[in-house]
């Protein structure tokens, strides 16, 4: 798949700060990106052909699976016709929604940049509006007729980093997002420096998209805390329908040792739910061989997070334990990086 001619992109509009304008009496009405070029006219001056879709937007707090799937659906059923997309999104839940697709867009060859802003659009000193021509520059942009980043990623303040490495880390700064244990794939000052190293390729270049549309509802995050109880913890393990349990653990992945609370994962294991061990801290990996806590979890049978965002275990549980899957295919994913969403330890 080479692209010779100008690059053309589908811009996704879902909801969120960015889709936001003032009035003439200065209340905040969704902007129309359909008429984008009259809003923005220096959009025109990009090197790339762009559509609009405007899904049904909605505050990003109000994102479900559902709509991963809506997403991903609009992706494969425009995948031919663009070379790019970039998805307008709200950035309470972006990095959810940038984790979820890349796990479920398999096969993907093409940029998908997801993008939002701080700031409503129609407001004087709105980030939005270099975070979207940035954006859509990124979608368009080619090395050698091929898109320089075929991959989900999350634009924002002058950075672009792998989707499934984020973390909305400010409700604040400009910069909302950090990505703490991969390197950014470009830093945009006067000129955008792509950090072509760190950016994946699909190997499977000029294959088909698929995607993956059975996500499971069993997947629960349990956040540790001094002081957790033992009925609370038994009562969440035994819920029906639990297949995935996301334990964010202290430091390097370690827990308590007490007898029950190893017992009842223990137990919770032995019935067949995945529980994945990720840190609480924002940077740094989980290794349970280091300390007797995490090696008492090691021996439990729980799943090393290594250095994954909890956004990325909670939406990779979902995306391995919906859907038909033999189980030795779905232990193996479990254990090695799927979309680059985590350092194997070989190489960390
Ligand atoms: N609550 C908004 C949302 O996530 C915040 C934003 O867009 O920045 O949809």
Same mark, same amino acid.
């Given at each position: 798949?080479r692209?010779?001619?100008?690059?053309?992109i589908?811009?996704?509009?879902t909801?969120?700060t960015?889709?936001?304008?003032? !009035?003439a009496?200065?209340?905040?009405?969704?902007?129309d990106?359909? $008429?984008?070029?009259e809003?923005?006219?220096s #959009?025109? @001056?990009l090197?790339?052909?762009? !559509?609009?879709l405007t899904m049904?937007p909605?505050?990003s707090s109000n994102v479900?699976p559902? @709509?991963?799937?809506?997403l991903?659906?609009? #992706?494969?059923?425009?995948?031919?016709?663009?070379?790019?997309?970039?998805?307008?999104h709200?950035?309470?839940?972006?990095?959810y929604?940038?984790?979820?697709l890349?796990?479920?867009? +398999?096969?993907?060859?093409?940029?998908?940049?997801?993008?939002?802003s701080?700031i409503?659009m129609?407001i =004087?000193?709105?980030?939005? @509006?270099e975070?979207?021509?940035?954006?859509?520059e #990124?979608a368009?942009?080619v090395?050698d007729g091929? %898109?320089?980043?075929?991959?989900?990623?999350?634009?924002?303040?002058?950075?672009?980093?792998?989707g499934?490495?984020t973390?909305k880390?400010?409700?604040?700064? =400009?910069s909302?997002f950090?990505?703490?244990?991969? %390197?950014?794939?470009?830093e945009? /000052?006067v000129?955008?420096?792509?950090?072509h190293?760190?950016i994946?390729?699909?190997?499977?270049?000029?294959?088909?998209l698929?995607?993956a549309?059975?996500?499971?509802e069993g997947?629960?995050?349990i956040?540790?805390?001094p002081g957790?109880?033992? /009925?609370?913890? @038994? $009562?969440i393990?035994?819920v029906?329908?639990l297949?995935g349990?996301?334990l964010?653990t202290?430091?390097?992945?370690?827990? %308590?040792?007490?007898?029950?609370f190893? $017992?009842?994962l223990?137990?919770?294991? $032995?019935?067949?739910?995945?529980?994945?061990?990720?840190t609480?801290?924002?940077?740094?990996?989980?290794?349970?061989?280091?300390y007797?806590?995490?090696?008492?979890l090691?021996?439990l049978?729980?799943?090393?997070?290594?250095?994954?965002?909890?956004?990325?275990a909670v939406t990779?549980?979902?995306?391995?334990?919906?859907g038909?899957r033999?189980d030795? +295919?779905?232990?193996?994913?479990? =254990?090695?990086p799927?979309?680059g969403?985590?350092?194997p !330890?070989?190489?960390?």
């Amino acid at each position: 798949m080479r692209i010779m001619k100008k690059p053309s992109i589908l811009l996704i509009y879902t909801g969120g700060t960015i889709g936001m304008r003032s !009035d003439a009496n200065g209340t905040l009405v969704p902007f129309d990106f359909n $008429a984008m070029y009259e809003e923005i006219p220096s #959009i025109k @001056r990009l090197n790339v052909d762009i !559509d609009v879709l405007t899904m049904t937007p909605i505050d990003s707090s109000n994102v479900t699976p559902r @709509r991963w799937v809506e997403l991903a659906e609009i #992706i494969r059923d425009n995948y031919r016709r663009f070379d790019g997309f970039v998805v307008l999104h709200g950035t309470d839940t972006m990095s959810y929604t940038a984790s979820a697709l890349s796990f479920m867009l +398999e096969n993907l060859a093409k940029p998908v940049i997801l993008t939002g802003s701080q700031i409503p659009m129609g407001i =004087l000193r709105t980030d939005g @509006r270099e975070n979207l021509i940035t954006a859509l520059e #990124i979608a368009g942009a080619v090395r050698d007729g091929r %898109p320089v980043v075929p991959e989900v990623a999350l634009y924002f303040q002058n950075r672009l980093f792998r989707g499934n490495r984020t973390t909305k880390q400010s409700a604040e700064e =400009l910069s909302a997002f950090s990505s703490y244990n991969y %390197p950014a794939l470009a830093e945009v /000052g006067v000129n955008i420096a792509y950090n072509h190293a760190a950016i994946a390729h699909p190997v499977d270049d000029g294959g088909e998209l698929r995607i993956a549309t059975s996500l499971s509802e069993g997947v629960v995050v349990i956040k540790l805390f001094p002081g957790i109880g033992e /009925g609370i913890l @038994r $009562a969440i393990l035994s819920v029906d329908g639990l297949k995935g349990v996301v334990l964010e653990t202290y430091g390097s992945g370690n827990a %308590p040792t007490s007898e029950w609370f190893v $017992a009842a994962l223990r137990e919770a294991i $032995a019935r067949g739910i995945v529980v994945m061990n990720v840190t609480q801290c924002a940077g740094g990996s989980v290794s349970m061989g280091l300390y007797e806590t995490g090696m008492r979890l090691q021996s439990l049978g729980v799943i090393s997070g290594h250095d994954m965002t909890t956004e990325a275990a909670v939406t990779k549980l979902m995306y391995l334990l919906g859907g038909e899957r033999p189980d030795a +295919e779905r232990r193996r994913l479990l =254990l090695e990086p799927v979309k680059g969403e985590f350092t194997p !330890d070989d190489v960390a």
